[in-house]
T-cell receptor
């Protein structure tokens, strides 16, 4: 059963440190999304890619966050420098873009705590 | 105003009861609609898509009202395993799958 793989599962870091989260989408999926989930805000879209090209990153704080897809099997989300308010669960999801709008498959998430 | 709004609950209902959730969306150009389910400390998973004519999957029925811009989910004969958070999801760009999630409605089924 194909799955989206995210690493690390948990990350605790101090304010000011760089954080890198990685995602391996399901093979063959051409759309990748990064979401952040907190109790207060729910699931917020940070960025998404189609065929490795960034389509929308308007939900992402540009001064500290960056998202890339170096190749079709890897997506990264970096925070530099991290702040306590970045503490959240970060989900990566992949899917197949197209007229049918197939469902998204989510990874297990990275639970980030910034102290 | 949030793009997708849901009653956060929590809903606490006895096993076997019927429960319904509603969700409203603000973008009249929205094309695709879904219900996702999220268990505690787990990732969201697709429960069902919502079609214009309404659709049913076992004990679950989803309805879409485009004129009023709301979506509903009905769960009949609820089971303990139905306890979860139910997320209303709207796609705002056809084909590009930009999915916007509601805050979720938390449901607890009591024995």
């Amino acid at each position: 059963d194909a799955r989206v793989t995210q690493t690390p599962r948990h990350k605790v870091t101090e304010m000011g440190q760089e954080v890198t989260m990685r995602c391996q989408p399901i093979l063959g999926h051409n759309t990748v999304f990064w979401y952040r989930q907190t109790m207060m805000q729910g699931l917020e879209l940070l960025a998404y890619f189609r065929n490795r090209a960034p389509l929308d990153d308007s939900g992402m704080p540009k001064d500290r966050f960056s998202a890339e897809m170096p190749d079709a099997t890897l997506a990264t989300l970096k925070i530099q420098p991290s702040e306590p308010r970045d503490s959240a669960v970060y989900f990566c999801a992949s899917g197949l873009g197209g007229p049918g709008d197939s469902p998204l498959h989510f990874g297990n998430g990275t639970r980030l705590t910034v102290t | 105003r949030k793009e997708v709004e849901q009653d956060p609950g929590p809903f606490n209902v006895p096993e076997g009861a019927t429960v319904a959730f509603n969700c409203t969306y603000s973008n009249s150009a929205s094309q695709s609609f879904f219900w996702y389910r999220q268990d505690c400390r787990k990732e969201p998973k697709l429960l069902m898509s919502v079609y214009s004519s309404g659709n049913e999957d076992g004990r679950f029925t989803a309805q879409l009202n485009r004129a009023s811009q709301y979506i509903s989910l009905l769960i009949r004969d609820s089971k303990l395993s139905d306890s979860a958070t139910y997320l209303c999801v709207v796609s705002t760009i056809q084909g590009a799958q930009k999915l916007v999630f509601g805050q979720g409605t938390r449901l607890t089924i009591n024995p």
